[in-house]
């Protein structure tokens, strides 16, 4: 199903197992989040890239 023919196509992100960047951001909660001190934390962590087309 095509909503848009005329649409620019989109990138389809980092392949299965890509290692991601090291990243420091904010949450929703104005928690600072920093990827580095994650990993030395847990075994490993789940990065959720939403892309909101609003």
Not at 20 to 38: C, F, G, M, R, W
Request: charged residues 20%; glycine residues 6%.
């Amino acid at each position: 199903m095509v909503l848009n023919k005329d649409a620019t196509q989109r990138p389809r992100g980092l392949a299965l197992y890509s290692q991601a960047p090291i990243i420091s951001t904010v949450d929703i909660y104005s928690n600072s989040v920093n990827l580095e001190k994650l990993l030395k934390t847990y075994n490993g962590v789940l990065i959720d890239f939403f892309r909101g087309s609003w």
